[in-house]
Each structure stands twice: as C-alpha cells, then as structure tokens.
C-alpha cells in the first residue's frame, strides 16, 4: 500500500507550522523553511502568544503522526470531494498527516497491473508505504520475512515505512498477542538497517473494520510492551523516537481518549479517513495530549 505523504522534506521531516493544504493528494507546505524539525517535543507546542503548553501524555519524543488508509475505496468523485473537504478542514499544524489512496489515484495517469514498485512510488512524489497491514498478511498471504524484506528495499531507497503489526482474535485469546507482535517485529529489525523512517501501527486484527476498537488500557498494554521490545533489542533511543500509531476502528467519538494515553503517538484509520471532517477531528485529537500550563 502506498502512502503521499505531506511531508515535504523527508520521510522524518516534521511538518510544523505547515498550514494543512492538499494539493490533488498532497499537503503542502508553504513554508518549507522551517528550522524547528529536530526540536524536542516540549518545544514544539509553544508559541510566542498562546499560553505555555506541554505535554501532558508522552512516553515516545516522536511528533503525533496519523494515517488515512483509504485501502481500495473511492471513485474520481468521491476522492474529489474528501480532498476538498481535507483542504478547507481545519487541522492542528503539529501533527504529521498522510493519506494512501488506493494506485490508480495516485497521479493522474492511467491504471498499473498489479503490484506497483518503490521506484515508481518515489517518482510520483510518495513518501511513505504501508506494509504488514493484516489484509496482506492475511489475505495475500504475506509472511514477516517477505515483510520485513520489503521493508528494507523500501527505506534503502528513501521511502518512509509504516510497519503494521498486530494479532488476530485467536491469538489474543490464546495469550499470544506479546508473542505474536514481538515476532513480526523482530522480522522487520532482522531486515532493516535503520529505525528512523519507521512508524509502527498496531493493529489488533480483530478491531480493523469491525467497529470493535481496542480500548485505551488494551491499545496501551500494547505500545508499552512494543516501546519496552525496542528498548530491549534495539536500543532505548530508537525505542523512544519512533512513533507507534494504533489502527483499529478509530473515529471522531473514540480517538481522544485513545490519544490520552502515553505511548499512542498517532493513529491509523480506515473506514473513518473517508470522511473528511471526522478525519480532521482525528487528527486533531492531538490537542488531547497536551494541556496548558
Ligand atoms: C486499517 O485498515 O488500517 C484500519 C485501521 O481500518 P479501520 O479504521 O476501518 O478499522
């Protein structure tokens, strides 16, 4: 699955201060002049006139990201309408924002066969890929070595991966959630030589597109057990700047009080990131993490 990203400058970059615009599929920034993307995350919710801000719920140091998986939905109509109303929606500027349409709108040119490369992805603008998400694993049947490979090809040539993990409903109820997860996770570190353009998802199998969403204490459970398997096999900086998003039947009701909690750094939505305005108010669920002072 392919991601545009809007980020401008880098699948790391942050787009702070960009005023969300998109442009076809793309969000621009008009102001790529930024020199705050390497400041740490107590700085970047101060401004010279509003009151101090701070975090209020952050284990991780990453920018709160989410992401629009809009998997194989959408005609030239309906995709014309969301951009619209993502373009005139009104959306927090400290959040990384991007959104996978499914190939074929992509650009402007026609249909491709198949599967689509990185190369091309790249050509076109993309920074950023979805891969692990369940529906290939379980469907397609792709398995955490092909992943994980897919992964590495991906970041060696400059493209962001957002690498899904999560388990299915058996699995949780046979107490394999931890097991399962540390699995598809040691597959990507086996295969990537760097953690700096990836953002994990969680993403129980069993709440995507089920309406059936995680709560706050189970999506929690997870991402600290995740950052604490970074720590442990990676190293205790990779495991507190990369983001862990949760994907599993997020919409406008439940994503604050998912965003409340310490290691949701974001989130990944299906069904609800095409509905332009309550995609907003997902993204602007960021507001919850932080408290004035
Ligand atoms: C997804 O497909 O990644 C997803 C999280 O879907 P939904 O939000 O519809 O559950």
């Known amino acids: 699955m392919s991601m545009i990203s809007t980020s401008l400058s880098g699948p790391k970059s942050a787009t702070s201060y960009c005023a969300p615009e998109f442009s076809g ?3 621009l920034c008009p102001n790529n002049n930024t020199n705050n993307s390497h400041s740490p995350s107590f700085l970047r919710f101060t401004s010279p006139r509003k009151p101090l801000r701070r975090v209020l719920a952050m284990a991780g140091t990453g920018q709160f990201f989410v992401g629009g998986n809009w998997k194989c939905n959408g005609t030239k109509e309906s995709i014309t309408k969301l951009i ?10 400290d959040v990384d924002v991007v959104v996978a349409p499914p190939f074929i709108y992509i650009d402007q040119g026609g249909a491709f066969t198949g599967e689509i490369s990185v190369e091309q992805l790249k050509d076109i603008g993309c920074k950023w890929v979805i891969l692990g998400h369940s529906e290939r694993r379980h469907v397609i049947g792709e398995d955490n070595q092909f992943i994980g490979k897919k992964a ?5 040539q400059g493209v962001g991966v957002i690498a899904c993990i999560g388990e299915l409903l058996e699995e949780r109820e046979a107490g394999k959630t931890f097991d399962v997860c ?14 700096d353009n990836i953002v994990i998802a969680y993403e129980p199998v069993w709440a995507i597109g089920t309406g059936v969403v995680a709560t706050p204490a189970q999506a929690q459970e997870v991402h600290v057990a995740v950052r604490d398997w970074l720590k442990n096999n990676v190293s ?22 998912l965003a409340k909690q310490k290691d949701i750094d974001g989130f990944l939505v299906g069904g ?5 305005p309550e995609f907003a108010t997902i993204v602007n669920s960021v507001t919850s993490k932080k408290v004035a002072a």
């Open 236 to 257: 205790a900086e990779v495991a507190s700047k990369t983001r862990i998003i949760y994907g599993g039947s997020v919409n406008g009701g439940n994503c604050a009080e």
């Open 84 to 93: 619209s109303d993502l373009n005139s929606a009104k959306m927090e500027s």
């Open 25 to 27: 599929l793309r969000r």
């Open 182 to 195: 540390y699995q598809q996770l040691k597959a990507y570190a086996d295969a990537v030589p760097s953690w």
């Open 152 to 156: 590495g090809y991906a970041l060696s």
């Open 272 to 276: 609800a990131s095409l509905k332009g």
